[in-house]
């Protein structure tokens, strides 16, 4: 058991992502930033977590609560004043909360990878330091805190960029914000950090400086920047969910799948995708889903939490929640509503909407159509312009059509109704009652022929 407790800094007001929601929640390939920092501690089995919060506890709270019920209980510290890194790293000490005796701290706003922390704790380790800090060399270093480090490769200080003179500011390595302390070195040099007078904030990063002056070992673990890209504001959002989506691209294409354009195609890290399946332009594949082998899926279509079988199509089309069999095709411009669950080889759209219905096999709903709360079953036909009237304002109603029924253009449904299989309902019905098994359903007004009334007509108006 590894003697790591994980504290997770997310108290921070977010001021500069102009945002309602705290910035630690917003989404970057398919998870909040902070589940990304959460994920990649439990991945390196560390579940002992405390995670700092502020303004912001109610949302932490709930998220936390709905994401992981079961599976960790992470321990909120109440942090009531936003007085700066660290003195949200020292209410933690201060509180009665256990900690173990080496202290991982993580900004919550860097989503770092599993693979970073695992090396930062090899690391540190190996190096029989008192603390160690992941930083990363940049080119254009603006916003971080600069790292000046001794000969030996060790770190004596850190100074942020507002406090930075020119020749500090010419530094290109940077703290990415993730360290491991041990808890003695932590309690004993907390409360020897003052108050920096410009931003009014106590920096945890003036640790550095105070342990160094007092021969204390703190090493450095070079690490590429993409893994330690901090979300700041909405740019920097963006440039993490880039990084992010380019990776998945590369993961995926060497697994065997086809993807046609780094540029307008988004996949969250939480998809899984089969070989041989082919992505087509602007196409976004979002939070939990997976797709089958040999797809063809886009262009334009975004797919989110949905299961798609294999050798099914998805053009320029939405699927959300539901689930699709093998060799459907679905689309062009169709939408696929939650809660839905289409079976195999069936043909969907286009213009169609399908919402809350569970569809058999080999069943056609080919154009301009809406399916709701419905249970259709398998070789059904729904000719073109089929509408279940499931709402009447005020409750929804089921349609169940039965197995190898077929549906004439036009009709309307007025659920609740049942249709028994193998009947057939002619062309523009209007269904209001249940229609039993093998009959045919006509529900129309007849239509009369009035001869020769147009030119009746003609002639009054010309008169
Ligand atoms: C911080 C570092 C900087 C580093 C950068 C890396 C300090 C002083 N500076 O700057 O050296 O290059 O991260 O991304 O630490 N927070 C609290 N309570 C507070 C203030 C902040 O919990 O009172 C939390 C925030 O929610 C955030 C994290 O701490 O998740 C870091 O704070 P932030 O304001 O983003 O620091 P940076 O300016 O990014
Ligand atoms: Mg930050």
Not at 188 to 197: D, G, M, Q, W
């Amino acid at each position: 058991m590894i003697k790591i407790t994980a504290v997770i800094l997310a108290a921070g007001n977010s001021t500069r992502m102009k945002y309602s929601i705290t910035k630690v929640l917003r989404r970057v390939s398919g998870r909040a930033i902070l589940e990304h920092v959460i994920e990649s501690c439990l991945g390196n089995g560390i579940n002992d977590i405390v995670i700092v919060a502020g303004k912001n506890y109610p949302e932490l709270n709930n998220f936390i609560q709905e994401k992981y019920r079961n599976i960790i209980k992470p321990r909120f510290v109440l942090q009531k004043r936003q007085l700066g890194t660290a003195n949200a790293v020292k209410v933690v000490l201060q509180s009665k909360v256990r900690l173990k005796d080496n202290i991982l701290i993580l900004n919550g706003d860097v989503p770092v990878s599993r693979k970073t922390v695992k090396s930062l704790i090899n690391e540190f380790f190996k190096q029989k330091a008192e603390g160690i800090i992941a930083v990363s060399e940049l080119q254009n270093p603006e916003g971080y805190g600069r790292v000046i480090q001794d000969f030996k490769g060790n770190i004596i200080k850190i100074v942020e960029e507002r406090d930075a003179d020119k020749k500090e500011k010419q530094i290109k390595l940077i703290n990415g914000g993730i360290y491991i302390f041990t808890k003695k070195s932590l309690k004993k040099y907390i409360n020897k950090i003052k108050l920096n007078p410009k931003k009014k904030e106590y920096y945890f990063t003036d640790i550095v400086e105070i342990m160094a002056n007092d021969n204390k070992k703190i090493a450095a673990k070079l690490t590429p920047f993409k893994e330690l890209t901090g979300v700041n504001n909405r740019l920097q959002l963006m440039e993490v969910a880039e990084i992010k989506n380019r990776d998945m691209i590369i993961k995926l294409s060497r697994q065997g799948v086809t993807i046609r354009d780094f540029n307008t195609i988004f996949i969250d890290e939480t998809v899984k995708v089969g070989r041989e399946t082919v992505i087509r332009y602007y196409t976004n594949l979002r939070r939990n889903t997976k797709i089958g082998q040999r797809c063809l899926i886009g262009p334009g279509s975004i797919i989110e939490n949905s299961i798609i079988g294999n050798e099914a199509e998805i053009r320029k089309s939405m699927v959300w929640e539901s689930k699709i069999g093998d060799k459907t095709k679905i689309g062009p411009f169709t939408n696929i509503r939650a809660g839905t669950v289409i079976g195999k080889n069936c043909r969907i759209g286009n213009f169609v909407e399908i919402k809350n219905s569970k569809i058999g096999n080999n069943t056609k709903i080919a154009h301009m159509t809406y399916i709701g709360d419905a249970k259709i079953g398998n070789n059904v036909n729904i000719g073109a312009g089929t509408v279940t009237c499931n709402y009447d304002g005020i409750k929804k109603h089921k349609t169940i059509i039965g197995n190898n029924v077929f549906v004439g253009s036009g009709v309307k449904f007025i659920a609740p109704v049942k249709i028994g299989h193998d009947a057939v309902i002619a062309a523009g019905s209007v269904i209001t009652e249940d229609v039993p098994p093998f009959a045919l359903a006509i529900a129309r007004a007849r239509q009369e022929n009035k001869i020769n009334w147009a030119k009746k007509m003609k002639r009054r108006k010309q008169r």
